[in-house]
Every structure is written in C-alpha cells, then in structure tokens.
C-alpha cells in the first residue's frame, strides 16, 4: 500500500507538471506571442524561449514533489532523483502527446512537421534533466538536513 501512493504522487505530480506547462503556454498566448508554426498552439512562445521556460517549470514542479516525497517517504530517498526524472518525463510527454493529439485532430497529420517533433525530443529531454536535477538537490537537500539534526 505504501508503494502504491508513492507512485501515485508522482503521477500527480507530473499530471501537476502537464497543467503548468499549460499554463505557460496561455500564459504566452495572452502576452501576445503566436506559435511559429500556426497548427501547433500548444507551443505558443518562442522556441528559445521554450528551451528556458519548459525544463525550469520542470525542475520546480518536480523539485517541490520530491521534497514532499523525501518527508513523506523517507525510505525512497535513494529513489529521488530517478522520481524527479520520471515526473519530468511523464508529465512533459502528456503535455506534448495532448497537444500532438489535438494539431492532428483539428489540422491531419502533415500538420506537425519534422521540425516540431525534434524540438519536442529537445524539450522532453531537457524537462527530464531539470526533473534528475531538482530530484538530485532535493536528495542532498535532505542528506543536509539529516546530518544537522544528527541522524545521518
């Protein structure tokens, strides 16, 4: 039972990740940008921008629910930066496979050209570092505290 909200948090926790990538993306939109290929609104900032913006919401979201998972579950500690990772990674391909879905469905398939799919490997890639990453802080974060407090 403890195994299975364990992994429940994290699939909250990228589902949480996949709504704050939303969020981003109206954000730009209302700020005034347009998507640089009209068919794919689910990419509506600019691309460089986008490699800066996605993998930090990333690195927060997952960040945050891996310190939740270290107080939570203390004995999956060893498991946080590989949680972290799978956060980023789930919830940014539910992001990008939602939107894929929905260009397809509104626009056929040639609507996503090749350039569009290599900048979503490129996105999910870095998403996936900056979740390793905060899941690595959040795991020295703790290492940190357990040795101030004396039990490390």
Known sequence: ??????????????????????????????????????????LA????????????????VAGRACQFIARRFPDRNHDLPATGRNIAFLGSMLYFACGVTMAIGRFGAQSVPFVIWALIV???????????????????????????????
Not at 5 to 11: E, L, S
Not at 47 to 53: C, E, K, P
Not at 133 to 144: F, I, K, P, V
């Open 122 to 152: 490129a996105y999910v890639f870095l998403c996936t570092t900056g979740g390793w990453y905060a899941g690595a802080r959040a795991l020295l974060r703790e290492a940190e505290l357990a040795w101030r407090t004396g039990k490390g």
């Open 1 to 42: 039972m403890h195994d299975l909200w364990f992994r429940c948090t994290g699939w909250l926790a990228a589902a949480i990740l996949s709504l704050a990538m939303l969020a981003v993306n109206y954000g730009f939109e209302v700020a005034g940008s347009i998507p640089e290929v009209p068919t794919c609104g689910f």
């Open 45 to 60: 900032g600019h691309s460089l921008g986008l490699l800066i913006v996605y993998p930090l919401i990333a690195a927060l």
